[in-house]
């Protein structure tokens, strides 16, 4: 029907107001989460229970038990989560000091105190959730850090199909070897030692791909 003259305007109705993505459910997750990160850091794999998480987050044990199962659980969904970011590997304009760079932040990641890092690998010896979890967050990050050597490559410093995944683990395992199994103190000039036997090993071809052609 047409509207006649002195008719009020037609409106039409305002939408509805969106409701914010994620929602109570997110701020739940959030808070659980943080539980686990700060009970894990005080406590250690063995002190953590379901039910402390739940009190220190402020929510029902019901709904931590509904939702993440167990401990096991709780430790897979923090690393997840942790795989969710945005982070990106050091870009320092040289191999060598990228994997330095990405060294040094391995090093106070495992130092830092609470130790929650050293808990979550610990954890994975204990619960095979945490450990697919670790596996993925690992994989994820070594992913991204492939950029570095495609870098490399580019710039010349690597000969061509230079494979990066042997060559990051082979500049990172050093230091996870002497701080979580060997328990040593932190030593300064690691990251940097570590990063540069790797660099020559694949300046000299250690890491080149055989297949290639």
Request: proline share 10%; with cysteine; aromatic share 4%.
């Amino acid at each position: 029907m047409r509207p006649r003259r002195g008719d009020p305007p037609v409106t039409t109705p305002p939408d509805p107001p969106r409701r914010r993505p994620g929602g109570r459910t997110a701020r739940v997750r959030a808070q659980v989460l943080d539980a686990v990160r700060e009970e894990l850091g005080e406590h250690g794999y063995d002190g953590l229970t379901m039910d402390a998480v739940a009190a220190r987050a402020g929510v029902h044990r019901a709904t931590v038990y509904r939702r993440w199962g167990d401990v096991g659980g709780l430790l897979a969904d923090l690393l997840d989560a942790a795989g969710a970011d945005d982070w990106q590997p050091p870009d320092t304009g040289s191999l060598e000091g990228d994997l330095t760079a990405l060294n040094e932040e391995i090093q106070t990641a495992l130092t830092t105190r609470p130790p929650v890092v050293p808990a979550l690998i610990a954890a994975s010896f204990r619960s095979e959730q945490a450990a697919e979890a670790q596996r993925r967050l690992w994989e994820d990050r070594y992913t991204r850090c492939e950029t570095m050597v495609t870098r490399a490559v580019h710039r010349g410093e690597l000969p061509p199909h230079t494979t990066p995944h042997p060559l990051l683990i082979t500049a990172t395992a050093p230091v996870y070897h002497h701080l979580v199994l060997l328990g040593t103190p932190p030593d300064p000039h690691l990251p940097a030692q570590a990063a540069r036997t790797a660099t020559l090993a694949a300046r000299a071809g250690a890491f080149m791909d055989s297949t290639a052609g």
